[in-house]
C-alpha cells in the first residue's frame, strides 16, 4: 500500500478538510476568512471548526454533510464547500445544508438569530465571471437586502490565480497554497511567512499518514471517475447538437 504522496491535491475533499480543519493551519484560515467576512481574525482563531454533519430529521434520512462548519461566537456559523468539479445542483445542495445548518438552533427568550455564511470555493468558472469573488444576499428586484441572516461566498479559482486580477493578498495566497501540488514548490513559494508554513507541515504530515493516504486515495478515484463521466456527457451532448 502506497503510505507516501509525492504530489498532493489540495482541492481533494479529504485533503482540504484535514489541512482547514487542523490546528497547524488556524492562523492560515483564520486570515483567510477574515478577509473574506471581515469578522476579526482572533474570534476565528478561537472559533469551533468540525466535521460537517447535518444533524437528520427523522431517522431513515440519509446521512448530509458540509466540508467544513465553523462555529463563532452567538452561535453564528461559517461554513466552506470545496466544489472541485461540477455537478448538476452542487450549489442547490450546499445552499440548502447552509439553512438546514442555520435552522437547527432552538432559539431562548431574548435571542438573537444566527447568521450563516456560505463560502464555495469554486474549481470552475460557473457563472463565467472576470471577477475573483462572489457575494449574493436574499434582495428584492430593487437591490433592497431582506436580511443579513444568509450570505452566500464564491470563490472563482481560475480567476484568483491569474496575476492580472486585484484581490487581497492573503486570499490569493491561500488559494495559491491550495493550487500548488508539491510540497517543494510549496516551500519555496511561501518560505518565511510562518502561518503559511505551519499549514505545509501539516500537509507534510499528511502526506506520510498511511491512514489520510488510503481516504485520499478513494476520492481521487472517485474524482476521475466524475471527470470521465463529465466528459462523456459533453461529448455526448455535442454529438447531438445540444450546448
Known amino acids: 500500500m502506497k ?22 493551519a488556524r492562523e492560515m484560515v483564520s486570515y483567510f476568512l477574515s478577509k473574506l467576512t471581515g469578522i476579526e481574525k482572533e474570534v476565528l482563531m478561537e472559533a469551533e471548526y468540525q466535521g460537517g ?25 461559517i461554513i466552506l464547500e470545496m466544489n472541485q468539479f ?20 432552538i432559539l431562548s427568550k431574548g435571542k438573537k438569530y444566527p447568521k450563516v455564511i456560505l463560502i464555495n470555493i469554486d474549481n470552475f468558472n460557473h457563472f463565467h465571471t472576470k471577477e475573483t469573488i462572489l457575494n449574493f444576499k436574499l434582495r428584492d428586484e430593487y437591490g433592497h437586502i431582506e436580511t ?31 493550487t500548488t501540488s508539491t510540497l517543494e514548490e510549496m516551500k519555496d513559494k511561501f518560505k518565511g511567512d510562518e502561518k503559511y508554513m505551519a499549514a505545509i507541515r501539516k500537509v507534510e504530515e499528511l502526506s506520510t ?35
Do not use: C, Q
Open 86 to 105: 461540477k455537478s448538476d445542483h452542487i450549489f442547490e445542495k450546499n445552499t440548502s445544508y447552509a439553512f438546514s445548518i442555520g435552522s437547527e438552533t
Open 3 to 24: 503510505t507516501e504522496l509525492k504530489e498532493i491535491n489540495l482541492l481533494n475533499d479529504e485533503a482540504f478538510k484535514a489541512l482547514f480543519r487542523s490546528i497547524e
Open 148 to 178: 443579513d441572516m444568509y450570505h452566500s461566498i464564491h470563490l472563482v479559482l481560475e480567476n484568483i490565480v491569474n496575476t492580472k486580477y486585484n484581490i487581497d493578498k492573503e486570499v490569493k495566497k491561500t488559494i495559491e497554497l491550495l
Open 209 to 243: 499518514d498511511p491512514n489520510f493516504v488510503g481516504y485520499y486515495d478513494v476520492e481521487e478515484a472517485r474524482k476521475w471517475d466524475l471527470e470521465d463521466m463529465y466528459d462523456t456527457g459533453v461529448r455526448i451532448g455535442r454529438e447531438e447538437g445540444i450546448e
Open 53 to 77: 454533519e447535518l444533524p437528520k430529521k427523522i431517522m431513515k434520512e440519509k446521512g448530509k454533510k458540509s466540508d467544513i462548519i465553523i462555529k463563532i461566537e452567538n452561535n453564528n456559523k
